[in-house]
């Protein structure tokens, strides 16, 4: 069975030993090997995990990620590039093509419960109504959709209609087609 919930919460206080972290990135290496993870939840993944910018960094340069894509099991992370240079806007088509991957990998890893951040709307510029459809598009075993608390992202009308009533540690289970019922965290 498939379950899909919409979390208000902070994605690292979600981040348990049986779940997987997408960490939303670019596919940019530093001169010194480092991959470019300067912001937002890739930031704070490569100060929880000092190892990490030099482990991607690695992967990418030697071509063992797909796009950007690369789990990292001892970790409990997946990167997921959403554009290709730190310096551009988040690219919608990249983005698709990366959770198309994501999603044929679950049928070979098990993520147990798979914390997706709303990738691409922070530093990337996109908006949650270009994101939440597309993530609700594909389907996991167990995906936790984290809205970050106070977030900006989403207009106030989505919010409304998308997101009403998302307070505190209460979230909206998601089916399928994409209605929500309240469930206690």
């Known amino acids: 069975m498939q379950s899909t919930r919409i979390a208000h919460a902070d994605i690292w206080s979600l981040f348990k030993k049986d779940s997987f972290m997408v960490v939303p990135t670019n596919i940019s290496v530093k001169a010194n ?14 100060k929880n995990y000092p190892e990490l910018p030099r ?11 797909i796009d950007g894509s690369y789990v990292f099991p001892k970790l409990g992370i997946v990167t997921l590039a959403v554009k290709k240079n730190w310096r551009q806007d988040a690219d919608i088509k990249l983005i698709e093509s ?15 419960t798979l914390l997706m951040p709303m990738i691409g709307t922070g530093f990337g510029r996109l908006t949650f109504e270009q994101i939440l459809p597309l993530l609700l598009k594909y ?3 167990e995906m936790v959709i984290v809205v970050p608390p106070n977030s900006v992202y989403a207009s106030e009308e989505y919010r409304e209609s998308f997101l009403p009533g ?20």
């Open 166 to 185: 998302i307070k505190g540690k209460k979230d909206r289970r998601v089916s399928m087609s994409g209605c929500f019922s309240d469930v206690e965290v």
């Open 55 to 65: 482990l991607y960094g690695n992967a990418i340069k030697s071509g063992k990620t």
């Open 98 to 112: 990366q959770l198309e991957l994501l999603q044929r990998s679950a049928e070979k890893i098990n993520y147990g």
């Open 139 to 141: 389907s996991f075993k």
């Open 33 to 46: 090997g480092n991959a470019v993870m300067g912001r937002g939840i890739a930031a704070q993944a490569a």
